[in-house]
């Protein structure tokens, strides 16, 4: 996996994982380097981070209701599962949203930072206004959005219907619901993935855009053979972290629609939140969020694995 | 000519993508500015009748709000701190000094952002509270409150994301490889390469991450509720959901909090994307 | 390597886990009671004015009890709060409580049951509303004492009814004829709707106005698929075939934006709290309350919630933490400012009969509708139920995507599963 996520460098040399500690005296060397670097976060991270998940998954063979001690249970749990259509339905959701949600979120935030890398002036007035989404209080963001989506008075639908188009019910049908938390979960996060790929935008050197103009390239030349492979690492980084953020919805569904209408939007770490705090089956919410895991850890392993053979 | 019509084309696209982006927070603005009576009407009313600057009046004497930014301020600025620090640390030694476990290490980071935080989060409480040697606790980590309600109960928890370590590790890989190579042959130690050479360049990366891991920090909210019990280290989230309760939302107060509490994120961002200027971080001299 | 690593790891998830099951009885706070004044810590989730009303409360308490003295702590999210705090022995002396609670959490023993500091102190249980002692009942024992108390009833907007030339409903065949009347449509748009139809959990209210009952007396199984059931999907299919209502109709004119106080729905089935709320910011809104309308043979029925005191188990001074909950709740005269204070009625029947409830024309119709308002079946798996199963279905409903039977067959097939999964 680490070999496939890191791919090439920019330069296309050889990957971090080509490198084989002990293959020299220097790489030995580096590897203490690495290892000393590493140390002081990954002891924390091992502490704070991996120490409680191993407590989960623990848990997730007992019954524990947080209050009192847990009991083991095997795998009653998980077992419970297999008969628990409504999990079963939260996993379709959440593969539909994502299925929606991470190529959008992918190409509007890339456009975004493209755009906005332009050496025109005020452009930092339009990126600060693009992230302002990112710090716009939930409840705001939420209560002006639904609004905004209501089937009679929202401005949304009003705008459709002044083109000839009926609009739908949004948050307010089953079958819309779960476009509407896209829209509203793009909205608030493609500011932060426009940050990252205008970031990753400043590590292009600029005279491989001067050589191409030289060679005549238009801008969309330079884009498919500069710009995009160039960004490789970055978006690897932003299809990952979209994909994992993504699985784990639950706020905006929360807020917007309480799950519904008819289950449309309800999501494993809803249900899982649920049947954790609301109902004291710590356990088996442990089992359905390693279940969740698997899913998770199934598809980014997938996209990596499709992302390389894409470009080898 | 052409170009003309081009740029204000881009312009005009550029203003009404702001203008939708920024709906919800001018929504906001106008609420904290108008007196009850005038809050809920359909349609919405964008522009208060009378401008009212009761609410903020009224959000800093129902909490202590002004305590709770200071808190939510200590809180983010440590962990903007320690994970430009130790995220670029590893994030470089995974990218660039590969070492015995690396791998293994640098999935188990991966993974661990795959397990939604609502089932880690008894476990975590367990292990602050019985944080060896803290708070009365002894080598066992038994007998006492260990890290809880100490400002270390959130902080140390939160110094190093996967997300940091991840984030910059993929930067550093984009790097080219033989900007190090020169000096490491010349014998400098791997500190000194990666604090000079690489981790300049990544300043674009480092304006980033501060921009998220500060807005982590300070969107805290369930963490830093559970582990600390002093109403006086409250953070700034927890002020704005006390103008919620028994069903009933005071607006007034919350948009006034909400748009006081964005003030030091948005300048930061104005800051910080400074360094995602073209030409100031990386001109591509030095790469011949 | 990776064994070695394996082996670590499960060396440390082990002490993890040994930690929890040990339950680590933590060492006792430093001392709470010095000087002979007991200092007790009082939890709830209500802040800014909320608190505000709390600790009115406890300031009276405080000045006429020296040797015990109150703080009261806001937990933003209280219940998060006090289940991490559990696990490791750690609790405040007295909760507010959200009543309907107590069936998923006293079978856990973590409250303190109050039966015998009842009889020790001579308090008859006739003190409070029944139905509010018998929401928190479990297996016989009392958990706690009410606070609040509240009941749906509906709403009306007067100028609207007016207009239409119709008087407040008081039955079923009522409700439908208003209803109708008052909606509104434009260019076969609806721009008013007569009745508001969004919160499809009132199906639980409207089954037992027609002689109907959500589960069984033991709660093993639902039992709201049956001939009551149809009669009330039946009414709710008449009113959105005659265009009363439309689903998403209310969706995100619920908060900023409320569909009754910016008159876009005439009627509203709905609680006290939003009385405040109306008054506060229905600028022209003129509304009146009435009872529930009753079923087709003549059953009045609404849904009671509230709070109330619970002391936990772990609480560290339980009888001064017994003397302020009954200090509150049952003494007439400190409820009554609670009361008064909170915009709440009490739980304590005397308190509620003051005339500042019974002789306001908005607290009134709420009081006689408490005569016969019932609570939620108390029994664990039932809120799970109505969320995850009936509802859903009943929103399918209402979007025409299913039919009544369909809908109460699906309900009651996933229904009966997910109360049983969740009454363990």
Sequence with gaps: MTQTLAGRSAAGRASPGRARPGDSLLSRHQARAGALFAAPPMVLFLVFTVLPVIGALGLSFTSYDVLTPPTWAGLANYARLLKDATFALTLKNILLYCAMFVPAMIAVSLLLAVALNSRLPAMGVFRTVYYIPVVTSPVAAATVWTWMLNSHYGPVNEILGFLGIPGPAWVGDSSTAMLSIVLVTLWQGVGSNMLIYLAGLQNIPGHLYEAAALDGAGRWAAFAHITWPQLRTTTMFVTTLSLIGAFQLFDQAYVMTKGGPGNSTLTPVYQIYETGFNRLHMGYASAQAFTLFLVIVAVTVLNMRLNRSDET | ?288 | MHSTLVKRLAATALAVLSTITTGCASSDAPSSSAGGVVRLKFWGDWSGEGEQQFKTMTAAFNKTHPKIQVEYVVQEDMLTKFLTASTSGQAPDVMFWDRWRTASYAPKGVLTPIDDLLRKDGIERERFYGEALRELTHGGKLYGLPLTVDARALFYNKAHLKEAGVEPPRTWAELEQAAVKLTRREGGKLVRAGLSMDDTGLFSMYLRQAGGQMVSDDCSRTTFNGPQGLQVLDLWSRLIKAGVYQSGFEKGLGEGTDAFATGKVSMILTGPWKITTYQKYGKDLDFGIVPPPTGPQGGSASLMGGFGLVIPQAAKHKDAAWEFAKWWAAEKDNALLWARTSLNIPGNVQAAQDPFFSGDPFWKPILDTLQYAKIRPACAGYAPMEEESLIPNLQLLMEGKTTAQQALAKAQEQGDRVLTENNQ
């Design chain 2, 1 to 288: 000519m052409i170009r003309t019509i081009r740029i204000t084309l881009f312009y005009a696209v550029l203003t009404v993508v702001g203008l939708f982006m920024l709906l919800p927070f001018l929504w906001s603005l106008s609420t904290s500015l108008k007196p009850d009576d005038e809050i809920i009407s359909l349609p919405i009313t964008w522009l208060p009748g009378t401008i009212t600057f009761e609410h903020y009046g009224a959000a800093f004497t129902t909490v202590p709000f002004a305590r709770h930014f200071a808190n939510s301020l200590l809180l983010a600025v440590a962990g903007v701190a320690t994970n430009l620090l130790l995220g670029s640390l590893a994030g470089y030694a995974f990218a660039r000094l590969p070492f015995r476990g690396s791998r293994v290490l640098f999935r188990l980071l991966l993974a661990s952002m795959m397990v939604p935080s609502v089932v880690t989060l008894v476990p975590s409480f367990l292990i602050v509270k019985n944080f060896p040697l803290a708070g009365g606790n002894d080598l066992t980590g038994q007998g006492g409150f260990g890290l809880l309600n100490t400002y270390w109960a959130v902080i140390l928890p939160g110094a190093v994301g996967a997300f940091a370590v991840f984030m910059m590790r993929q930067f550093f890989l984009a790097l080219p490889r033989e900007l190090g190579e020169a000096a490491r042959v010349d014998g400098c130690p791997e500190f000194r390469i990666f604090w000079r050479i690489y981790l300049p360049l990544c300043r674009p990366a480092l304006a980033t991450l501060a921009v998220f891991t500060f807005v982590a920090g300070w969107n805290g909210f369930l963490w830093p509720l559970i582990v600390l019990n002093d109403p006086d280290m409250s953070t700034i989230q927890m002020s704005l959901a006390a103008f919620s309760f028994n069903r009933q939302t005071d607006y007034g107060p919350l948009m006034a909090g909400s748009i006081v509490a964005m003030l030091p994120t948005l300048l930061l961002f104005a800051f910080g994307q400074r360094y995602l200027t073209r030409g100031l971080a990386f001109t591509g001299s030095g790469l011949q």
